[in-house]
């Protein structure tokens, strides 16, 4: 038998070698962090808090709130969509294909054209805009930021460039193809043996940041405006077609949507996808409602112009035919070219950080992060409408000096065992990091601050994905329901009041991250939403516009905990 296995082992090995040498290949080129990646982007110094200039409609023109607490098994923040499902308003349930009828790719002609890259409006300054260049048109020197430029994967410009992309190409349909295959020691064998090479030789292009990698991330209006989100270009299995996702940093889990009927509709999704027969679905607080079976694939991440930079090892994502809100279907297993989300994204790319018991979880937290560097990210965004997504830390990252750096809440949902698959870091509650909120007004005689409200120890959501919100302040200790309530006009607090948000750092000083006056412009008004059955949960919703003011830092921690949550000030 030992001598039958032995041949086995060694007659895959020769087809395997026999794969790698035929030709032609064609795939993905290879991700490459840089030339100078390896320096973790200068931070941005200033005491002060820049000035608010960011008003620009009335609260009676705003558009929806769209949070994005995506429902998820567990306790706590996160409320089961089960639960959540029932109260929302007659979702429509798109047909669903079974998971034996489903495949990534379709050889049947399209009924409705291949969907372009969907356009990202670019806020470029106060009086001029841009848009994001679609996947496969040339960035000018001047549309790319500096630190975004040093992250970008060279041309193949020499055979040995060839050479070495080729290989990884053929090293990513050999892993593609052993992934389905049954599991036993031959298979086995294989896969540990072609990953192997591929971390030695292409390390980025299998979920190991041996350096910082700076990815572009396009500041993109929704809904015809005002409100703004950001987008970052995905790609699911190999010889996919980039499409832009929200970049959320409020959402657990990466979701895309999927067109089983006509794939061509859904490009994004290449080659390797293996979809399981486990149905999900998720309620995001906007009313999105997606449904679909659970995927394993690599989740790669790209320039504008198609380059990948980034691929994740096989990660379980959400694979959805189906995206609905309230009684409007969004998308079905025709696909459109029609972006369902927002009119601007084909999927939800998700950066919060808790468990979920069907191992949809935070792709990033999932890398493996060596050679000196630290596990987490940082997401810049700037008033000049510059963005990015930095992967990996350093010391600069993580010893600024002008930045404060908050303790991050360890998922109380998640088995005290549980650690992400592949880096082994925590899983940290969808409401990061604790704060208190204090509300004053002015007395009209004496002018001195009266406090209206104090709450201390308030869970913390920082999402790009949404506005400023109060949750749940109607399910507060008394007798702050009652006290909030008398501050509440048509689901906003009222104008003119002091909103004053802090935190305490590890070093036991205090933040103070918001501190302005409430008013009906999109950085002045704090939304209140306690309309939402299923979710009991007291918390604030930060919104994008810490984001404007601040690079945001998430640092991962280790398998104990640790993790941090970082606020560096941009320059006034």
């Not at 495949?103 to 805009?129: D, F, I, L």
């Not at 989300?341 to 992060?369: H, K, R």
């Not at 303790?407 to 549980?418: E, G, L, N």
């Amino acid at each position: 038998m030992a001598m039958l296995r032995s041949c086995a082992r060694l007659g895959a090995a020769t087809f395997l070698v026999g794969l790698t040498l035929a030709g032609p290949h064609i795939g993905v080129a290879s991700a490459d962090e840089g030339a100078d990646s390896g320096a973790a982007p200068s931070s941005q110094a200033g005491a002060s808090k820049p000035a608010r200039s960011v008003a620009t409609s009335a609260r009676s023109g705003h558009a929806p709130r769209t949070g994005s607490t995506a429902g998820s098994a567990g306790a706590g923040a996160r409320t089961p969509v089960t639960q959540a499902r029932a109260a929302a308003s007659a979702p429509v349930v798109g047909a669903r294909l079974p998971a034996t009828q489903r495949q990534t790719r379709s050889p049947g002609t399209p009924s409705a054209s291949t969907p372009s890259a969907p356009t990202a409006t670019v806020q470029a300054g106060a009086s001029t805009t841009t848009q994001a260049p679609a996947v496969g048109q040339l960035r000018t020197a001047t549309e790319a930021a500096a630190p975004v430029a040093a992250s970008q994967a060279a041309s193949i410009g020499s055979p040995i460039e060839g050479i070495g992309s080729g290989f990884n190409a053929v090293l990513t349909r050999a892993a593609n193809w052993l992934a389905t295959l049954p599991t036993n020691p031959v298979t086995d064998l294989l896969q540990g043996t072609v990953y192997l090479l591929r971390r030695t030789f292409f390390p980025s292009s299998v979920g190991v940041v041996t350096k910082p990698i700076v990815v572009p991330v396009y500041l993109t209006t929704v809904n015809g405006g005002p409100n703004q989100k950001l987008g970052i270009y995905v790609g699911l299995g190999s010889n996919a077609s980039p499409a832009l996702f929200e970049l959320d940093t409020g959402g657990p889990g990466l979701y895309g949507a999927y067109a089983p009927l006509n794939t061509l509709n859904s490009n994004w999704w290449g080659d390797g996808v293996v979809t399981t027969s486990t149905t999900v679905d998720v309620l995001y607080d906007s009313g999105n409602y997606y449904q679909g079976y659970a995927a394993t694939t690599q989740v790669s991440l790209y320039n504008s112009d198609g380059t990948p930079l980034l691929s994740t090892a096989r990660a379980i994502v959400g694979q959805m035919d189906s995206i609905s809100n309230g009684s409007t279907s969004l998308w079905t297993p025709d696909g459109s070219t029609t972006p369902p989300i927002d009119g601007a994204f084909y999927g939800d790319f998700g950066l919060a950080q808790p468990y979920n018991t069907n191992g949809i979880t935070n792709v990033l937290a999932q890398l493996v992060y060596t050679n000196g560097v630290q596990p987490g990210y940082r997401v810049h965004m700037d008033a000049n409408g510059t963005c990015w997504l930095q992967i990996g830390l350093t010391s600069a990252d993580l010893q600024d000096p002008t930045g404060a750096y908050i303790p991050q809440v360890v998922d109380p949902a998640a088995p005290s065992w549980a650690t992400n698959p592949h880096s082994r870091v925590r899983y940290y509650s969808e409401q990061s990091f604790l704060a208190n909120i204090t509300i004053s007004t002015k007395d009209p005689t004496t002018g001195a601050d009266v406090t209206v409200l104090s709450s201390a120890n308030v869970g913390m959501t920082a999402d790009t994905g949404a506005s400023t919100v109060l949750h749940n302040t109607d399910m507060t200790p008394l007798p702050l329901p009652t006290q909030y309530a008398a501050i509440t006009d048509a689901g906003y607090l009222e104008n003119g009041l002091q909103f004053y948000v802090s935190a305490t750092t590890t070093t036991g000083a205090q933040v103070t991250l918001y501190d302005f006056a409430t008013d009906a412009s999109v950085s002045g008004a704090v939304g209140v939403q306690n309309d939402k059955p299923g979710n009991t949960t007291y918390y604030l919703n930060t919104g994008i516009l810490l984001f404007r003011e601040n690079d945001i830092v998430y640092y991962l921690g280790s398998a104990s905990g640790g993790g941090l949550f970082g606020v560096i000030p941009h320059t006034t």
